[in-house]
């Protein structure tokens, strides 16, 4: 794929770093190379991650003032697979350092990934929740952009302000910067708001709205508490398997699209078996997973899952 994709949405709560976290775990199970990069002070896709955010010797911080070299920060992640960029409070302050200066501050990240770029075919910014340097940073340096958002009416007004956001990046400092496209989460398909903003979203948007949408679901909701992905917590359950799905409809997306340009077809087979944690290989297109035992508490059922799913919940 080689695309750095950054995770982004102001509004909180929304799935930003649940999403970046299984993503990143279910891409690096089709035996992709990834890199995650925790842009958010609060560091919870590190402690998601199972790293220890307050023993940290050097993390986005000081990659951001150039303080250390990308590669010498990164941890490697046990459970997931994937490569981290680890963040915590003390991120606050680059931000701060960042807004004094007058000239390169909104580029800082992208030099910092330029001698990786190749290393890896994935990278995933799990940015803040809010519209800030750091965030335009994540924006400036991304190929494109991936937007969690829940199906209510206070996120769509949210979303009418990021991509206004990336627009005015597009013109100023990136011009090829992309949506990636728009992913459902902590979906009810018993809500009838839900179902409408999700009809909207579809209306409006079109393919850029993922067929995939993530359920709301208590194995999903429970695994950061364990320092894993959920893939690595219950393969099985609805929340991995929604991930699984999603990856496995970005690959397919990225494999169209290069076709289409007349580029060869990626090695990697978007259902390859999962490296790690035993899991299976992704759902194919139009299968819809299949809800674990142990969900059955669940608030929800999973309603449209599957990477090829059709239409609105």
């Known amino acids: 794929m080689k695309r750095v994709i950054a995770v982004a949405n102001q509004k909180g709560g929304v799935g930003k770093t649940t999403t970046a976290v299984n993503l990143a775990a279910s891409l690096a199970a089709t035996r992709r190379r990834v890199l995650l990069m925790d842009l958010d002070p609060q560091g919870n896709a590190t402690m998601g991650s199972g790293i220890d955010k307050s023993q940290l010797a050097r993390g986005t911080l000081e990659v951001l003032l150039g303080e250390a070299a990308l590669p010498t920060a990164?941890?490697?992640?046990?459970?997931?697979?994937?490569?981290?960029?680890?963040?915590?409070?003390d991120l606050t302050s680059a931000e701060v350092r960042l807004l004094t200066q007058t000239i390169g501050r909104e580029i800082r990240l992208r030099r910092a990934l330029e001698p990786v770029r190749g290393a890896y075919d994935v990278i995933l910014i799990d940015c803040p929740p809010a519209l800030n340097m750091l965030t335009v940073n994540a924006l400036v340096a991304a190929d494109s952009v991936l937007i969690p958002m829940q199906c209510e009416y206070y996120a769509l007004e949210g979303l009418s302000a990021l991509l206004g956001t990336i627009e005015q990046i597009r013109l100023t400092a990136n011009p090829p910067l992309q949506i990636e496209g728009i992913l459902r989460t902590m979906f009810d398909p018993r809500n009838n708001l839900a179902n409408e903003v999700s009809a909207q979203l579809l209306m409006h948007f079109g393919d850029k709205v993922f067929r995939t949408v993530i359920p709301r679901n208590v194995r999903l909701a429970e695994a950061p508490s364990f320092g894993r992905p959920v893939l690595f917590h219950d393969k099985d359950s609805r929340g991995a398997l929604a991930y699984l799905a999603l990856a496995g409809e970005?690959?397919?997306?990225?494999?169209?699209?290069?076709?289409?340009?007349?580029?060869?077809?990626?090695?990697?087979?978007?259902?390859?078996?999962?490296?790690?944690?035993?899991?299976?290989p992704a759902p194919e297109p139009g299968a819809e997973a299949q809800p674990h035992a142990s969900d059955a508490a669940d608030s929800a059922p999973m309603g449209e899952v599957a990477a090829g799913g059709g239409g609105a919940s």
């Open 250 to 280: 970005m690959i397919r997306r990225e494999e169209e699209a290069g076709q289409s340009a007349g580029a060869p077809p990626e090695a990697h087979p978007a259902g390859q078996e999962a490296r790690a944690g035993g899991a299976g």
């Open 74 to 89: 990164l941890c490697a992640v046990e459970h997931g697979g994937y490569a981290l960029l680890p963040a915590n409070q």
